[in-house]
C-alpha cells in the first residue's frame, strides 16, 4: 500500500491542454474517488496514473517513488477496465494468474492467490470458463480479481461500473466497498456518477474541465460545497438555483417573493441562491410556488414547480395530494448564496 | 390451387427465388468441374470423343517422371510460398497496424501488387530475371559482388526461386491487408491491460495478438494456400514450367498435356489429381476454423 500523490499535473494533447495543473494527495490506503462530467479530464488523470498516457508537466508519485518515466508494470499498480480488458481467450483462472505468470511466481503461489482471490469474490465455479461464458456482473469480478491477486501499491478504477444495469451497479458499489475495507489498498476510482461518488468514497475529487474544483468527505462537499459547479455536481436532485438580489437578510428572487437568508454581504449586489430539494419545506409561512408535476416514489415525495417564474424540485418526507396548477408555499431551511458571475460561494 | 396461392406459398416462393443462382452455379461450375473429372477417366484427345478407360490415366501419370516432379514443384512452391506470404504478411500488418505517418498512403501502396494483373507482374518479374537485361543482375554486378550474371530463369533450383519469390511478391498484400484488418478488431484495452499485467512487447503478441488472430490467420492461410497450390499465371509467364520441368505446377503441366499436346484425358486426370490435396487444405482449415471454446456464447448469460 502506498500514498499517491500528484503535484501540479498537467496533460496536452497536441496544443489542447485537457488537465491544467491538478494537484491531489491520495492517503495510504484511502478510498478516492473522482468525479465529473464526460470529458472533464478525470480518466486521463487516472491512465496517467496508471501510466498510460504520459504525462506533459508535473509529477506524479507512487509512495516515495516518482513514477513519471517509469512503465505501467514498474509502478506496482493494478487497474480495472471500464469494458473490464479480459483476455478473450484465457479462462477465468488464466486471466488472473496471467499477470503472477508473467512475473515468475511459482504456480502454487499464483495457484493459491488466484483461489485466494476467487474466494472473496465467489469465483470458484466460475474458474474454468471464458470471459465470452459469463454475466456482465462476473465480468467485472474477474476484472477485480485480476487487480487483486496480484496485491498492487494502488488499484486503479476507471468507471468499472458503467456497463451493468441499475440493480447489479447498485450491488457493485456495495461490493467494492466491501472490498476495499477489507484490502485496505489505495484506491482510485474514477465514475461520472456522484452518487458512485458520494456512496464509496472516502474523499471525493470534484473534477471539470480540466481542474479540480473541490477535494473533501462525501458529506463535507455535500454540506460546504466551494462553488456553484460543486454544489450543482454533488446532491441528487440536484440543488434549485434562483437569480435574486440582496435586500437585507433576504434575496429578492422576483415579483415580489423574497427568500430569508443569513448573511452579512452588503445589501443590493445580485446573487444566486442555491437550495437543495430536500431543505424546501412546504410550510404555511413560505413564499408561493406553483406545482406542475407531483412524483410520489412511496419513501419520499418529488414536487416539481414553478417559483417566481423559475423551476424548483422540492423533495418532502411527508405526502401530500397535490395538483398540478395547484399553489403551494414552500420555505427554505437552509441556504447558499453564490457569485453569479464567478461562482463561488458566498454564504 | 390459384396463381397467387402458389406465390405465396414460403417453399415456393423460396425455391424460385434460389433458381437463378443455383442455374448459375450448375453451369459454370458443376459441368465443367464435372465433365473435367469425367474427362480424367477417358482417353480424349482434341478431336476425338474419349471412351471410359478407368484409372489408366492416373497409373500413367503416377510413373511419369514429369508428372511426379510437377507434384514435388508444385508442394515445394506451396510450401515455400505461404511460409514466407504468412510471416511476411503479418510483419507487414503488424508494421501497419501501428501509427505511422502518411498510414492511408502506405496502406494502399501495399495493395498494389494485389491489384496489378498477374500477367503483367510476371511480365515485370521475367524482366528482372532476364538473363542479359537482369537490373538485379547489373546492380550486383556494379556493386561487384558478382562476375558473371545470374541465369535466373535458366537454373532449375534457381528458376525454382525466382517464381516463388515473384510468386510471395504476389501474395504478400493479401495476408497483410488481412491480418491488418484482424488486428484492428482486436481492443486497444486489452493491450493496456497486457502492460499493466507486466507483459513486454514480445509477451503481449505472443499472449494476446496471436491467439486473438488465429481464426483470420487460418482463414487467410487456406486461402493462400489454395491459389499458390493452383497457381498457373506467373509460371507460364516466366518459364512455361521450365527450365528442364524444373518449375512446371500440376496447372501448367495439365494445361501443356491437354491443351498444347492434346492429351484431353491425361491433362483433365492430373487436374483432378489436385483436387485430393485441395480438400485435404480445406479439411485442415475447417478443424483449424472451428470456433474455440472462448469465442462461444456460454449458455449462463
Not at chain 1, 414552500?330 to 460561494?345: M, V
Not at chain 2, 501419370?61 to 506470404?85: E, H, I, M, P, Q
Given at each position: ?347 | ?133 537482369s537490373?538485379?543482375s547489373w546492380t550486383l554486378a556494379k556493386m561487384g559482388l558478382i562476375d558473371s550474371y545470374i541465369n ?150
Open positions: 500500500m502506498s500514498a499517491v500523490s500528484l503535484r501540479g499535473v498537467r496533460k496536452s494533447f497536441g496544443s489542447t491542454e485537457v488537465v491544467h495543473g491538478v494537484d491531489i494527495s491520495i492517503a495510504d490506503g484511502e478510498f478516492c474517488v473522482l468525479v465529473g462530467p464526460s470529458g472533464c479530464g478525470k480518466s486521463t488523470l487516472l491512465r496517467m496514473i496508471a501510466g498510460l498516457e504520459e504525462i506533459s508537466a508535473g509529477e506524479i508519485a507512487i509512495g516515495a517513488r516518482v513514477v513519471n518515466a517509469l512503465r505501467p508494470k514498474e509502478r506496482d499498480i493494478a487497474m480495472v477496465f471500464q469494458n473490464y480488458a479480459l483476455y478473450p481467450h484465457m479462462t477465468v483462472y488464466d486471466n488472473m494468474a496471467f499477470s503472477l505468470k508473467l512475473a515468475g511466481v511459482p504456480k502454487d503461489e499464483a495457484g493459491q492467490r488466484v483461489a485466494d482471490a476467487s474466494q472473496i469474490l465467489g469465483l470458484n465455479d466460475y474458474l474454468q470458463r471464458y470471459p465470452r461464458q459469463l454475466s456482465g456482473g462476473q465480468r467485472q469480478r474477474v476484472a477485480m480479481g485480476r487487480a487483486i491477486v496480484r496485491k498492487p501499491q494502488v488499484f486503479l478504477f476507471d468507471e468499472p461500473l458503467s456497463n451493468l444495469d441499475a440493480k447489479l451497479r447498485v450491488a457493485m458499489r456495495t461490493e467494492i466497498k466491501a472490498l476495499h475495507q477489507r484490502l485496505t489498498t489505495t484506491s482510485v476510482y474514477v465514475t461520472h456518477d456522484q452518487i458512485e461518488a458520494m456512496t464509496m468514497a472516502d474523499r471525493i475529487v470534484v473534477m471539470n474541465a480540466g481542474r479540480v474544483e473541490q477535494i473533501g468527505s462525501p458529506l463535507g462537499l455535500y454540506d460546504d460545497p466551494a462553488n456553484l459547479f460543486v454544489a450543482g455536481f454533488i446532491g441528487s436532485p440536484a440543488m434549485n438555483f434562483l437569480k435574486g438580489r440582496l435586500n437585507g437578510s433576504a434575496v429578492a428572487v422576483g415579483s415580489g417573493i423574497s427568500l430569508p437568508v443569513r448573511t452579512g454581504l452588503e445589501s443590493g449586489r445580485e446573487v444566486l441562491l442555491g437550495v437543495r430539494p430536500e431543505h424546501l419545506a412546504v410550510a404555511a409561512d413560505g413564499v408561493p410556488a406553483e406545482v406542475v408535476v407531483v412524483e410520489p416514489t412511496g419513501a419520499d415525495t418529488q414536487i416539481f414547480c414553478k417559483l417566481a417564474g423559475t423551476d424548483v424540485t422540492a423533495v418532502v418526507r411527508e405526502r401530500h395530494d397535490f395538483r398540478p396548477g395547484e399553489s403551494i408555499r414552500l420555505k427554505p431551511q437552509l441556504t447558499y448564496l453564490f457569485d453569479p458571475s464567478s461562482g463561488a460561494r458566498l454564504a | 390451387m390459384s396463381v397467387s396461392r402458389f406465390f405465396d406459398n414460403r417453399n415456393t416462393l423460396g425455391a424460385l427465388f434460389l433458381l437463378p443462382a443455383a442455374a448459375l452455379l450448375l453451369v459454370f461450375l458443376t459441368y465443367p468441374l464435372g465433365l473435367g473429372t469425367w474427362l480424367g477417366f477417358t482417353n480424349a484427345k482434341i478431336g476425338r470423343a474419349g471412351e471410359w478407360i478407368g484409372l489408366e490415366n492416373f497409373q500413367f501419370l503416377f510413373g511419369d517422371a514429369v508428372a511426379r516432379l510437377s507434384l514435388f514443384n508444385t508442394l515445394f512452391y506451396t510450401l515455400v510460398a505461404s511460409v514466407f506470404k504468412f510471416v511476411l504478411g503479418l510483419w507487414l500488418a503488424l508494421l501497419l497496424n501501428k501509427s505511422l505517418p502518411f498510414k492511408a498512403v502506405l496502406r494502399a501502396v501495399v495493395l498494389l501488387p494485389f491489384i496489378v494483373p498477374t500477367a503483367l507482374s510476371a511480365l515485370a518479374f521475367w524482366w528482372l530475371y532476364d538473363a542479359q537485361f537490373v538485379l535466373f530463369l535458366g537454373d532449375p533450383w534457381l528458376a525454382r526461386l525466382s517464381t516463388i519469390a515473384a510468386n510471395i511478391w504476389r501474395g504478400v498484400p493479401f495476408v497483410a491487408i488481412t491480418l491488418l484488418a484482424g488486428l484492428q478488431t482486436i481492443s486497444p484495452s486489452l493491450y493496456e491491460a497486457a502492460a499493466l499485467d507486466g507483459a513486454t512487447e514480445w509477451q503481449k503478441f505472443w499472449h494476446v495478438t496471436l491467439p486473438m488472430l488465429t481464426p483470420i490467420i487460418a482463414v487467410v492461410m487456406t486461402f493462400s494456400v489454395l491459389f499458390t497450390f493452383t497457381d498457373f499465371q506467373l509460371i507460364y509467364v516466366l518459364t512455361r514450367g521450365g527450365p528442364l520441368n524444373a518449375t512446371h505446377l500440376m496447372a501448367t503441366l495439365s494445361f501443356q498435356r491437354a491443351i498444347l499436346g492434346g492429351a484431353l484425358g491425361e491433362g483433365a486426370a492430373l487436374a483432378t489429381a489436385m483436387v485430393p490435396f485441395l480438400l485435404a487444405a480445406i479439411t485442415f482449415s475447417y478443424f483449424g476454423l472451428q470456433r474455440r471454446a472462448w469465442q462461444q456464447g456460454g449458455a449462463d448469460k
